[in-house]
């Protein structure tokens, strides 16, 4: 199986840290480089993720960067595909576009957004895929939703062909479907409890736990692909390095570990929080013994530029 590595980094000022982070992760080799859509966690998000990509989409020359995951809250599909589109331009055919329905009731606070239920937000999200699977191709859609009305957007034709990939977190079974049916990609937090809504318990799974779960998810993708008539070998399946009680790049032993699961369950794409999750909650900068070892695991471990 054919193994692409990815950072994701929070949107935290100053915007030249975020530059040189990226820099360096596009000149070490990584495949991906992911920002997430976050509204609501103080500390976490000072800058507006789409506008954030295109900033860096300037800096970079060879990753392929997007959302993990912009949320359904707060954009119209129309909107949402302009600012891809726009993306895909300035990146030259780099950009991907990462959705899910989101986990974090105050991101509709922030934005002055109803608290959808969980049915109403998966079913908010499929009326984006469907719309988006076609806006992104540059088509000028009409159609009336029951949630989302698009008349004939005037959008830029794309850079990559026939489209941009689309990312779809799921973690539901409803959600799941959805990603057999439209996805190119699939993205997981691997088993691990998120964020809840209302009514969640916030419970932390074991690692084999969470291995196990998801290991049931690929075999129901799977099932879901095949019913489709779609090969499930081309949806490919990333795993956020999420919950884990040892951070992936604090050593190799400690990547090898986690990559070597995920590969064990059918995940091929794996993305680590750079900077490190516990320096952007500390307001920490990484230390040069972090960076180091960063460094040799993906001289070790990563493909590199190409």
């Known amino acids: 199986m054919l193994r692409r590595f990815g950072i994701l980094t929070f949107g935290v000022a100053p915007f030249a840290n975020l530059e040189r982070e990226w820099r360096w992760a596009d000149e070490l080799g990584f495949d991906f480089g992911w920002v997430p859509d976050t509204w609501a966690i103080k500390g976490y998000a000072d800058f507006e993720a789409w506008t954030l990509l295109a900033a860096l ?27 891809a589109l726009t993306i895909d331009h300035l990146s030259q055919g780099r950009v991907e576009l990462g959705i899910g329905v989101g986990d974090r009731p105050a991101d509709c606070d922030v934005l002055g957004v109803p608290r959808w239920s969980p049915a109403e937000r998966v079913a908010r999200l499929e009326e984006q895929l469907v719309l988006l699977d076609r806006l992104l191709r540059g088509e000028a859609v009409s159609r009336e939703g029951t949630y989302y009305s698009v008349q004939t957007a005037p959008l ?4 990559q062909r026939p489209r941009p990939p689309l990312v779809v ?18 993205s997981t937090i691997g088993g691990y409890q998120p964020t809840v809504w209302a ?3 916030g419970q932390r799974f074991s690692e ?6 998801t290991r049931a998810r690929v075999e129901q993708l799977s099932r ?7 090969d499930p070998a081309r949806l490919r399946r990333s795993v956020l390095a999420y ?3 040892v951070d992936p790049l604090s050593s190799l032993d400690a990547f090898d570990h986690f990559v070597g699961s995920y590969t064990e369950v059918g995940i091929g794409e794996f993305v680590f929080y750079w900077p490190p999750l516990a320096n952007v909650a500390a307001g920490r900068p990484i230390s040069t ?10 001289r070790a471990r990563l493909a590199g530029p190409s």
């Open 243 to 245: 919950g884990q009680a």
């Open 169 to 186: 977190a799921a973690e539901g079974p409803q959600a799941l479907r959805l990603v057999a049916r439209y996805a190119d990609a699939w």
């Open 57 to 83: 989409a300037r800096v970079t020359t060879r990753l392929r960067i997007g959302t993990l995951v912009t949320t359904i809250i707060g954009r119209p599909p129309a909107l949402l595909a302009a600012q």
């Open 208 to 213: 084999a736990e969470a291995l196990s779960s």
């Open 224 to 230: 879901h692909c095949i019913e489709l008539g779609r």
């Open 289 to 298: 013994e972090q960076r180091a070892t960063a460094e040799q695991i993906a």
């Open 199 to 201: 009514g969640g318990t």
């Open 156 to 159: 830029v034709q794309p850079a």
